[in-house]
């Protein structure tokens, strides 16, 4: 068989092998290497994958049969316009952040735990793409816990204290998501006897108004909830971003909540159907309040926060209500909203956080040498220097590049015309406006402002305010710096050349639109 | 525990035959029930009864760390490569029928390997687990008393 034929199956095993080889190499550059190279070639073969998927008519999926064992008895990996599409996101993240953090972790985390860490790195990637390319519902729930369990890992190995605890935080709400999507699909597998979602699609509708069948949507719709932090249920988010490695603060929050987000999508759409889902039942009033809540609520929080990681942290939070906002719209449009902004937001945030990382090395460098004798030499925790407001303080004296590049992302969070954000905004006011919602338009709008604010507290404090005597010029590394422009300048390119972004998010829209009856 | 005789006989003389008896429940697994999860439980439950009869320090001078990393690593490896092995040879990943001209005897090639995989992985993950454990009560390091305020010379 070709290779073409087994671009599905490599895009999960590359990165599942990498892990092991990682561990057994025992060496940081090493692993390094192996891992980084396996997700290039992700990257690639979600590259492939995603041209494949262009040649399809619309409607149609790739599928792959692992072992041979034809669907519905075997795991079945599926490969539509919107798979394909978060599997750009995710490999490409991932092939973004690798070599940004051979240089960040040098600074923050112990020399010897470096070959694990990329080992993990590899595990939560492999965990990312095998929940977005599967088409099996229990399937769904292994890889969630791969990505789950490494991504607890990857949080602890914060140089901070406070990133175990962060770390406990998410792993017991975690567990508590993935244990309500598991009865979920339990009761799913009660109702059709088949874990296949597609075949589970088709048995559904036979059954579709039994008790068990809601009960498992609720569940369903509460566990992927807590993974992707919808506004009551984020608590897990804030510490775990603030805490954790930069590096890996910056690719979680470009993939972790956007695949649950997917899940939620697929099985809204692919498995139980619009019409259950959004007509039978209050679930898009209750989306749309949750959704408003998370935009003000957490931008509100937000604004007040002394720690530039935690701002953007609660960000996240509010952007993220953006996404199930769309989502609530039940419509085209709406659902190009969210799908767009999947990979808007999580761009944008991205290069946030690797800006951050930045930001953080050099405080780190500076902290140790100014550390008394005694302490110097004293790897990592002795001296955790965290990104507060009153440390920024003309910090675009000292790292011009580092600042521009947040304020451009900023930017983007707001929804300025000319960045990703904007596109975004622009798809949820017009499908605010195709349902009559009026109000919401001013609302979207309104919510930005407090963008506005909380953009505007680090331009202040980075530009405006005196930097401390004799601080001269010192700009981040080159090697954290260039990913991380690399995805500022992505972000201003989806946000004028729409024609990837928004086409494939739409055809996938119309696709799952269309299917999902 | 090292000065209990009657321990140190019986462990002696259990331990061989819950190592075959993990070998019978992983080479069983295709007929019946067993397998590599179960037998991979197995053998660490053997190891770890000789580390607590023996001592840990000598438990892990016969199963090095090093050695428990390799195999927590090396049997991912062996199921993910027979996956790969499937593609190489013309089939889907995963694909045992490609293994042999004779795809039943390719399907039991196929599953002795990725067993096997499971057997060495589930093994020493669960006897990592154990020394780390283990070894954290034995001698505790700092961090540990500080964060839980034990008393001195807690073993």
């Known amino acids: 068989m070709s290779i073409a034929a087994q671009l599905p199956a490599l895009q999960v095993a590359l990165p599942l092998l990498a892990a092991p080889l990682a561990v057994l190499l025992r060496h940081g550059g090493l692993a390094f290497a192996v891992v980084t190279a396996a997700a290039w070639a992700a990257f690639a073969v979600a590259i492939g994958l995603w041209l494949q998927v262009g040649q399809l008519e619309a409607g149609a999926a790739i599928s792959y049969h692992i072992g041979s064992w034809a669907p519905p008895w075997g795991i079945e990996y599926r490969v539509d316009r919107l798979a394909s599409f978060v599997l750009l996101l995710v490999s490409g993240m991932a092939a973004v952040v690798l070599p940004y953090s051979r240089a960040s972790i040098l600074r923050e985390i112990p020399r010897d735990l470096h070959y694990l860490y990329y080992a993990m790195f590899a595990l939560c990637l492999t965990g990312l793409l095998g929940i977005t390319i599967t088409g099996d519902a229990f399937n769904i729930f292994v890889f969630l816990e791969i990505s789950s369990l490494s991504t607890y890992v990857l949080i602890a190995l914060g140089r901070d204290r406070r990133a175990l605890t962060a770390a406990f935080q998410y792993l017991i709400m975690g567990s508590i998501g993935a244990t309500f999507i598991v009865v979920g699909i339990g009761f799913l597998y009660l109702m059709t006897g088949t874990l296949n979602l597609a075949d589970m699609a088709v048995r559904l509708r036979e059954v579709e108004s039994h008790r068990p069948v809601l009960v498992a949507l609720a569940f369903l719709t509460v566990g992927i909830s807590l993974k992707l932090a919808l506004f009551p249920l984020h608590q897990w988010l804030p510490n775990a971003y603030t805490y954790a490695p930069s590096a890996v603060t910056a690719f979680l929050a470009a993939t972790a909540t956007k695949v649950a987000v997917y899940v939620l999508i697929r099985f809204y759409y692919s498995v139980f159907g619009d019409s259950l889902v959004f007509h039978d039942l209050p679930l898009p009033q209750i989306m749309l309040w949750l959704s408003l809540m998370a935009m003000f609520g957490a931008s509100f929080v937000a604004i007040f926060q002394n720690n530039l990681k935690r701002l953007f942290a609660y960000s996240s939070v509010g952007q993220i209500g953006y996404i199930t906002l769309g989502l609530s719209f039940a419509s085209v449009n709406g659902l190009t909203a969210s799908v767009v902004h999947l990979l808007n937001h999580g761009v944008a945030k991205a290069a946030i956080f690797l800006l951050i990382g930045g930001i953080v090395a050099r405080m780190a460098t500076a902290a140790n040498r100014d550390a008394v004798p005694m302490l110097r030499g004293v790897p990592a925790d002795a001296v955790s220097p965290e990104p507060t407001f009153d440390r920024l303080a003309g910090l675009s004296k000292r790292m011009p590049l580092t600042c521009f ?54 331009v202040e404090v980075a530009y405006f305010r005196a930097a401390p005597e004799g601080s001269e010029k010192n700009e981040a590394p080159l090697a954290m710096l260039i990913p991380a422009w690399l995805l500022v300048i992505a972000t201003l390119w989806f946000g004028l050349d729409t024609s990837f972004t928004v086409g494939t998010a739409l055809d996938a829209a119309q696709e799952l639109v269309k299917n999902g009856r | ?119 060495l992985t589930v093994s020493s993950v669960m006897l990592k687990l154990f020394y780390l454990f283990a070894d954290r009560a034995n001698h505790s390091g700092a961090d540990v008393q500080n964060d839980l305020n034990r008393p001195e010379g807690g073993a």
Do not use: C
């Open chain 1, 405 to 458: 590049g947040i304020v451009i992302a900023g930017l983007s969070l707001i929804g300025v015309p000319g960045t990703a954000g904007f596109v975004t905004k622009w798809y949820l006011i017009i499908a605010a406006m195709e349902q009559g919602q009026w109000w919401l338009v001013g609302v979207i709008l309104l919510s930005s402002l407090l963008a506005v604010a909380y953009v505007w507290r680090f």
């Open chain 2, 1 to 119: 525990m090292n000065q209990q005789l009657v321990l140190r006989v019986i462990a002696k003389l259990l331990i061989p035959f819950i190592l075959v008896f993990a070998l019978y429940v992983q080479f069983h697994g295709d007929f019946g029930p067993g397998g590599g999860f179960q037998a991979g439980v197995t053998l660490a439950a053997a190891m770890i009864f000789y580390a607590l009869i023996f001592g840990l320090a000598t438990a892990r001078r016969n199963v090095p760390d090093r050695l428990l990393e390799g195999m927590i690593a090396g049997g991912v490896l062996l199921y993910g490569g027979v996956g790969v092995a499937g593609m190489l040879l013309g089939g889907n990943f995963l694909d045992y029928f490609v293994l042999d001209a004779d795809p039943v005897v390719g399907q039991h090639r196929g599953i002795f390997w990725v067993e096997a995989g499971v057997a």
